[in-house]
């Protein structure tokens, strides 16, 4: 099974409409973080979280919001979706540390219409 | 945001050959990572790098941590048609405390039979 796990992997949805998509993971990593991914351009960080008390702002948080449920489970939600959030997200997970590395879900493709 | 130079942005080859590709950052940094990106899928590490002058490998695949800290370097030796993907790199700056990574805007490969 896999260690980080997204869903949906796919949606499509209209303007305005309310979006969560949900990460969990079996890593045991107390670090989860949000990106997202366009063509041409390098992954992007909306939010991070260090424990489940612990969440911050990335690089491109304005129109989403995240919450920490448990450890193992971090959401991202679109509060009211337009369509230039149209894009690939990406959970991923670490353990923190000076060898701290990051290992990603399998991605949701999000489509807003 | 912040984002590093990899080049090249493709690359065809021949089955068999082998590949270079690189990363530059105008900044200094403690680690850097490469991952492998298929279609539909999200990036999985293929070599991660903690230290300058470093040298890993993992199968056919090589990569170094820069003397300079400011570059990385993956080759892949008599590549295969399932190399086929997208590649990136990723950095971590070195300010303490943090968990940042840039992350390069990928290599694009594909293998011609």
């Known amino acids: 099974d896999a260690d980080v796990t997204q869903t949906p992997r796919n949606r499509i949805t209209k303007t305005g409409k309310r979006i969560m998509l949900e990460c969990s993971q079996t890593?045991?990593?107390?670090?989860m973080y949000w990106y997202r991914q366009d063509p041409g351009l390098g992954l992007q960080l909306i939010y991070y979280s260090f424990d489940v008390k612990d969440i911050n702002k990335g690089e491109i948080s304005d129109g989403y919001s995240v919450s920490r449920q448990a450890q193992a489970k971090f959401s991202l939600s679109l509060e009211s979706a337009i369509p230039n959030q149209t894009a690939l997200y990406f959970c991923a997970t670490s353990a923190g540390g000076t060898t701290d590395t990051q290992y990603f879900g399998p991605g949701t493709r999000l489509t807003v219409l | 945001g912040q984002q590093l130079n990899q080049s090249p942005q493709s690359m065809f080859i021949q089955e068999g050959e082998d590949v270079s590709m690189n990363c530059t950052s105008s900044?200094?940094?403690?680690?850097w990572l490469w991952y492998k990106q298929d279609p539909g899928e999200g990036p999985v590490l293929l070599i991660a790098l903690y230290k300058a002058g470093e040298l890993t490998s993992n199968g056919r695949l090589t990569a170094q941590f820069g003397i300079t800290r400011k570059d990385s370097f993956l080759n892949i030796s008599a590549s295969i048609p399932s190399d086929v993907g997208i590649y990136f790199c990723?950095?971590?700056?070195?300010?303490?405390?943090?968990?940042?990574?840039?992350f390069g805007t990928g290599t694009r490969l594909k293998v011609l039979a």
């Open positions: 990723a950095g971590r700056p070195p300010t303490s405390g943090t968990y940042k990574y840039i």
């Open positions: 890593k045991g990593h107390d670090r």
């Open positions: 900044s200094i940094f403690n680690t």
